[in-house]
């Protein structure tokens, strides 16, 4: 990029950031880098910035550059992170007007950062960045010292584990002592009230209820964790009886990485369909305000139509994400909510309805601040909507002569596959799973249990994780679950598995 | 200004790609036994890519378990029960098990190059290492060749070069030696070495007696060679002789009885890897196809694989035919000498097996290995009247190599194994090439 287009992109950002504050998008200062594509494609596979080495990063890296390198689609474009100072790159080789298209792109992503709650939270996570450029050199150090296999291994287990968390992401769960001072004094005011003239009427125990009390009251000085807890890398952290000091330091990043980006899990369709959304628009001013000649809309419009594809195998969020909200938009300036109209069964009155009402605007910007993409999903997704993505879920069949997979449309009722989105991001694939004791048997044995939801766990990856577990207990792992509607327990003890 | 071009920033990716690859060819070669029975391999030219299912690497994570019957959501035209695509599958052998004991993943189709499998597969064996004891190399004279420089010789291989570089060197070495000795410059040590004619004895005089002349000269100093005796370098010669090295392979099969496809295809297999690692080993491979009932003939390899089934079974007959075929053609002196002989077992007269089988040891062949080919239901437990004779008669010990049974002696060049499954071929394959045997 010369100094001349550098100038020009530079007036041009001016512009879209004052655009997006006309169409009332929240903004601050972002940081715009420009850089050569195979820093952006490290970036994309490194989660952030710069961060340390591991083969799940370069196996990634060698995956997006060969679909860079070799199929000439997806060209790097966008990358923005949440940072208290949000950070974007730009690609050098890019044409420029796909360096606007990134920019407009970004300037959706960062009102979206700034004010949906979810978004918020991970930028309470400002240091992340910092923390991930630092942890670079201090792991290589390690590995000089301790052994790049062991900290290879320490990566790969806290890694095997990152994504264990409470389901609230807004719960930061009380470690062992905090816990423990709550839940007895609970009990003990509960114990009060029973044998209280005047305690809370609402509780009264039995005699049985009081000793069984009176019981956990005593169990609860010695019991870790008090209470079932979901943060599984923190509480190894802070209970592994063998860790040395590098390996702790080792989980607490990678744990922490996890936890500023677990909010995007739960807003992919929103957030890049807010950003496609926002994009559209603010090109649109751009060509219309003669700052992009008509010579680069027709670049815009390929590399548009290129992000905005429908793919016959996954829901590609910027497309049906940004459909949603010019849904929505459509849905609320002219009054389509509500109960007269969902109880107005008439189609052709349902499709022309229209009360003038103009709410659109003010619904999704409101969709933005508080909705996850499962509330979307569940609230916003019509059966019009689904008919007009013509969204299906398909299956595979191995055809057993030729032993092709051949995949088919399986369903394309809208009720169906709301309920099948909706369930896909009821967990946004986390398996639910606490650990239940850490001292177990009295012998320091480590007990998890699956809240088992109707889904049997996959029992390769299941015993595969027990084993990165074990790298960081170093002592038997227990996993209750349920499999073939029968309790079960997987164990490892170092050598084997076993199940009880 | 908010668009800014930043600081370089190191470049990690290439090395963790590499990292990850690394770990990708580990598990390759964890599951080398699978994909050495590939179809693909021993139809594949040299260069040829092939496909291997290997698993992703993916670190293992808490999953839920099978999905119902639709997978996924996607979006486009159609109707239920419309196809919109189709890929290729993975074949799951059946009876392989291995697989399913490791913690991860999908399969996914790797490609890797039959060269970059072969060397894998090479190291796995340890085969390198065969070379230094075992090979069997043949002299070729070539006559005489210039190689190297010595410090005598005759005058018409007087290296002029080499020698007037250790002249100049003794021109610096004089003149350095003159200026400390006398103190004088550089120049005038230069003009008293010249009137000298390089005896530093006499420039020593010179200088002493002030009778340099340095009249009508530049100053500059122009360097000769001073040639003492020792400075004279020759070239030397050298008997020039080169190795060649060169294998048989005897490739017999028992034609009576009825193998089918699959058990065929075992022996193809087996034949295909054991040349394309003696390739590696010798210069030249020779492979020799012996087929027999009760006689044996040569066939090509073509008949080899596609003979249908015959009378009745005596093995010995092939093995005196490769007798025969040492004695005329293929001399243990200068053939390193393979024989595999694949059967089911059934023979007339094991005693005069075992005898022939002694006449190829006393030779000096280099290996002989028998193959017993078994149904898949083979317990372990029974096996043929023939094996027996063989284990008696030349007192194998049985040793469990990888899970499967090796009948053979260190100091032995013979061996027994029976095949079962297609996984059986590398670790077969593997202990008939095990250079410590």
């Given at each position: 990029?010369?100094?001349?287009d550098?100038?020009?992109?530079?007036?041009?950002?001016?512009?879209?950031?004052?655009?997006?504050?006309?169409?009332?998008?929240?903004?601050?200062?972002?940081?715009?880098e420009?850089?050569?594509a195979r820093?952006?494609?490290?970036?994309?596979?490194?989660?952030?910035?710069v961060?340390?080495?591991?083969?799940?990063?370069?196996?990634?890296?060698?995956?997006?550059?060969?679909?860079?390198?070799?199929?000439?689609?997806?060209?790097?474009?966008?990358?923005?992170?949440?940072?208290?100072?949000?950070?974007?790159?730009?690609?050098?080789?890019n044409p420029f007007?796909?360096?606007?298209l990134?920019?407009?792109?970004?300037?959706g992503?960062?009102?979206?950062?700034?004010?949906?709650?979810?978004?918020?939270?991970?930028?309470?996570?400002?240091?992340i960045?910092?923390?991930?450029?630092?942890?670079?050199?201090?792991?290589?150090?390690?590995?000089?010292?301790?052994?790049?296999?062991?900290?290879?291994?320490?990566?790969?287990a806290?890694m095997?584990?990152?994504?264990?968390?409470?389901a609230?992401?807004?719960?930061d769960?009380?470690d062992?002592?905090?816990?423990?001072?709550?839940?007895?004094?609970?009990?003990r005011?509960?114990?009060?009230?029973?044998?209280?003239?005047?305690g809370?009427?609402k509780?009264?125990?039995?005699?049985?209820d009081i000793?069984?009390?009176e019981?956990k009251?005593?169990?609860?000085?010695?019991?870790?964790?008090p209470?079932p807890v979901?943060?599984?890398?923190?509480?190894?952290?802070?209970?592994?009886?063998?860790?040395?000091?590098?390996?702790?330091?080792?989980?607490?990043?990678?744990?922490n990485?996890?936890r500023?980006?677990?909010?995007?899990?739960?807003?992919?369709?929103?957030?890049?369909?807010w950003?496609?959304?926002?994009?559209?628009?603010?090109?649109?001013?751009?060509?219309?305000?003669?700052?992009?000649?008509?010579?680069?809309?027709?670049v815009?419009?390929?590399y548009?139509?290129?992000?905005?594809?429908?793919?016959?195998?996954?829901?590609?969020?910027?497309?049906?994400?940004?459909?949603?909200?010019?849904?929505?938009?459509?849905?609320?300036?002219?009054?389509?909510?509500?109960?007269?109209?969902?109880?107005?069964?008439?189609?052709?009155?349902?499709?022309?309805?229209d009360?003038?009402?103009?709410k659109?605007?003010?619904?999704?910007?409101?969709?933005?601040?508080s909705?996850?993409?499962?509330?979307?999903?569940?609230?916003?997704?019509?059966?019009?909507?689904?008919?007009?993505?013509?969204?299906?879920l398909?299956?595979?069949?191995?055809?057993?002569?030729?032993?092709?997979?051949?995949?088919?449309?399986v369903e394309?009722?809208?009720?169906?596959?709301?309920?099948?989105?909706?369930?896909?991001r009821v967990?946004?694939?986390?398996?639910?799973?606490?650990?239940?004791?850490?001292?177990?048997?009295?012998?320091?044995f480590?007990?998890?249990?699956?809240?088992y939801?109707g889904?049997?766990?996959?029992?390769?990856?299941?015993?595969?994780t027990?084993?990165h577990?074990?790298?960081l207990?170093k002592?038997?792992?227990?996993?209750?679950?349920?499999?073939?509607?029968?309790?079960i327990?997987?164990?490892?003890?170092?050598?084997?598995?076993?199940?009880? | 200004?908010?668009?800014?071009?930043?600081?370089?920033?190191?470049?990690?990716?290439k090395?963790?790609a590499?990292?990850?690859?690394e770990?990708?060819?580990?598990?390759?070669?964890?599951?080398?036994?699978?994909?050495?029975?590939?179809?693909?391999?021993?139809?594949?030219?040299?260069?040829?890519?092939?496909?291997?299912p290997?698993?992703s690497?993916?670190?293992?994570?808490?999953?839920?378990?099978?999905?119902?019957?639709?997978?996924?959501?996607?979006?486009?035209?159609?109707?239920?029960?419309d196809?919109?695509?189709?890929?290729?599958?993975?074949?799951?052998?059946?009876?392989?098990?291995?697989?399913?004991?490791?913690?991860?993943?999908?399969?996914?189709?790797t490609?890797?190059?039959?060269?970059?499998?072969?060397?894998?597969?090479?190291?796995?064996?340890?085969?390198?290492?065969?070379?230094?004891?075992?090979?069997?190399?043949?002299?070729?004279?070539?006559?005489?060749?210039?190689?190297?420089?010595?410090?005598?010789?005759?005058?018409s291989?007087?290296?002029r070069?080499?020698?007037?570089?250790e002249g100049?060197?003794r021109?610096?070495?004089?003149?350095?030696?003159?200026?400390?000795?006398?103190?004088?410059?550089e120049?005038?040590?230069?003009?008293?070495l010249?009137q000298?004619?390089?005896?530093?004895?006499?420039?020593?005089?010179?200088l002493?007696?002030?009778?340099?002349?340095?009249?009508?000269?530049?100053?500059?100093?122009?360097?000769?060679?001073?040639?003492?005796?020792?400075?004279?370098r020759?070239?030397?010669?050298?008997?020039?002789r080169?190795y060649?090295?060169?294998?048989?392979?005897f490739?017999m099969m028992?034609?009576?009885?009825?193998?089918?496809?699959?058990?065929?295809?075992?022996?193809?297999?087996?034949?295909?890897?054991l040349?394309?690692f003696?390739?590696?080993?010798?210069?030249?491979?020779?492979?020799?196809?012996?087929?027999?009932d009760?006689?044996?003939?040569?066939?090509?390899?073509?008949?080899?694989?596609?003979?249908?089934?015959?009378?009745?079974?005596?093995?010995?007959?092939?093995?005196?035919?490769?007798?025969?075929?040492?004695?005329?053609?293929?001399?243990?002196?200068?053939?390193?000498?393979?024989?595999?002989?694949?059967?089911?077992?059934?023979?007339?007269?094991?005693?005069?097996?075992?005898?022939?089988?002694?006449?190829?040891?006393?030779?000096?062949?280099?290996?002989i290995?028998y193959g017993?080919?078994?149904?898949?239901?083979?317990?372990?437990?029974?096996?043929?009247?023939?094996?027996?004779?063989?284990?008696?008669?030349?007192?194998?010990?049985?040793?469990?190599?990888?899970?499967?049974l090796v009948?053979?002696?260190?100091e032995?060049?013979?061996?027994a194994?029976?095949?079962?499954?297609?996984?059986?071929?590398?670790p077969?394959?593997?202990?008939?090439?095990?250079?410590d045997?």
């Open positions: 990029m010369n100094k001349n550098l100038g020009r992109l530079s007036r041009i950002e001016t512009r879209i950031n004052n655009i997006a504050k006309e169409y009332s998008l929240l903004t601050t200062e972002i940081d715009f420009i850089v050569p820093r952006m494609l490290e970036a994309m596979s490194y989660w952030f910035p961060n340390f080495s591991h083969w799940v990063f370069g196996r990634d890296f060698d995956k997006n550059r060969t679909i860079y390198e070799y199929t000439g689609q997806g060209i790097p474009y966008e990358q923005v992170w949440n940072f208290e100072k949000p950070r974007a790159l730009l690609v050098k080789e007007v796909l360096n606007v990134t920019i407009a792109h970004v300037y992503h960062v009102d979206f950062f700034l004010g949906s709650a979810y978004l918020q939270r991970g930028r309470a996570f400002s240091d960045a910092e923390e991930a450029r630092n942890s670079t050199e201090r792991f290589h150090r390690y590995g000089s010292r301790y052994g790049h296999i062991a900290v290879e291994e320490v990566i790969d806290s095997s584990i990152q994504w264990q968390e409470p609230d992401p807004f719960l769960e009380p062992d002592e905090e816990a423990r001072k709550y839940l007895i004094e609970k009990i005011k509960r114990l009060s009230d029973a044998t209280s003239l005047y809370n009427q509780n009264i125990d039995t005699k049985k000793i069984s009390l019981e009251l005593k169990q609860l000085e010695y019991r870790t964790p209470e979901y943060d599984l890398l923190k509480y190894l952290i802070a209970h592994a009886p063998y860790l040395n000091k590098w390996e702790r330091d080792v989980l607490g990043v990678v744990r990485q996890a500023a980006l677990s909010p995007n899990r739960r807003t992919k369709i929103l957030n890049e369909g950003a496609t959304f926002w994009h559209a628009r603010i090109m649109r001013r751009l060509f219309q305000e003669g700052l992009l000649t008509p010579s680069e809309h027709g815009f419009v390929d548009h139509a290129k992000v905005t594809q429908a793919s016959k195998i996954r829901l590609n969020e910027y497309h049906v994400g940004s459909a949603l909200f010019e849904n929505i938009q459509r849905r609320w300036d002219m009054g389509c909510f509500g109960s007269e109209y969902n109880a107005c069964v008439d189609p052709i009155a349902r499709a022309n309805w009360t003038k009402v103009g659109g605007t003010e619904k999704i910007f409101s969709v933005r601040a909705y996850t993409d499962r509330m979307a999903i569940e609230d916003l997704f019509s059966d019009e909507f689904i008919h007009e993505q013509e969204l299906y398909y299956g595979i069949h191995i055809d057993k002569k030729t032993n092709e997979e051949i995949v088919y449309i394309k009722c809208p009720g169906i596959i709301r309920s099948v989105l909706k369930e896909q967990l946004y694939g986390i398996e639910p799973i606490a650990v239940v004791d850490g001292n177990y048997r009295g012998k320091g480590l007990f998890l249990r699956h809240d939801h889904v049997q766990l996959n029992e390769l990856y299941t015993r595969g027990l084993e577990i074990y790298r207990w002592r038997p792992v227990y996993l209750e679950t349920r499999a073939q509607n029968k309790k327990v997987y164990v490892f003890d170092g050598k084997q598995h076993k199940t009880i | 200004m908010p668009i800014i071009i930043p600081e370089h920033i190191k470049e990690r990716g090395n963790d590499r990292r990850h690859r770990k990708q060819k580990e598990i390759i070669k964890e599951q080398l036994p699978g994909i050495i029975a590939e179809e693909s391999i021993i139809t594949g030219k040299p260069g040829k890519i092939i496909k291997v290997i698993k690497l993916e670190i293992p994570y808490f999953k839920s378990g099978k999905p119902s019957p639709s997978v996924g959501v996607g979006q486009g035209g159609g109707n239920k029960g196809i919109i695509g189709k890929r290729k599958g993975f074949e799951k052998e059946k009876g392989h098990k291995r697989a399913g004991n490791e913690p991860g993943v999908d399969y996914i189709e490609e890797i190059e039959i060269e970059e499998l072969i060397e894998m597969a090479m190291e796995d064996l340890g085969l390198p290492r065969l070379e230094e004891k075992t090979v069997k190399k043949l002299i070729i004279e070539l006559g005489y060749k210039i190689h190297g420089i010595s410090r005598s010789g005759p005058p291989l007087l290296h070069g080499k020698t007037v570089k100049i060197r021109f610096w070495a004089f003149l350095n030696a003159l200026r400390q000795k006398s103190g004088s410059s120049f005038l040590c230069y003009r008293s010249k000298a004619n390089g005896n530093i004895n006499e420039a020593i005089r010179l002493k007696d002030n009778a340099v002349d340095i009249s009508d000269v530049d100053e500059k100093i122009e360097p000769f060679p001073i040639l003492h005796p020792e400075d004279l020759y070239r030397k010669i050298q008997e020039s080169s060649r090295s060169q294998a048989v392979v490739a028992d034609v009576s009885y009825s193998m089918d496809m699959e058990k065929k295809y075992f022996a193809r297999s087996m034949f295909w890897w040349v394309t003696l390739r590696n080993i010798y210069q030249e491979v020779q492979v020799r196809f012996i087929a027999h009760t006689t044996a003939w040569l066939v090509n390899e073509e008949e080899f694989f596609h003979t249908g089934e015959m009378g009745g079974t005596y093995c010995a007959s092939a093995y005196e035919l490769v007798k025969n075929l040492i004695e005329t053609e293929y001399p243990v002196s200068v053939y390193n000498v393979y024989a595999w002989h694949f059967s089911d077992g059934d023979d007339f007269n094991a005693e005069a097996a075992a005898k022939s089988i002694q006449k190829l040891l006393d030779m000096g062949i280099n290996m290995g017993e080919i078994h149904s898949d239901k083979y317990t372990g437990q029974e096996f043929s009247d023939l094996l027996k004779t063989y284990i008696n008669k030349f007192n194998l010990p049985v040793k469990k190599e990888d899970n499967f009948w053979g002696r260190d032995l060049s013979f061996m194994v029976v095949l079962c499954h297609k996984s059986d071929l590398w077969a394959i593997k202990a008939f090439l095990r250079k045997r």
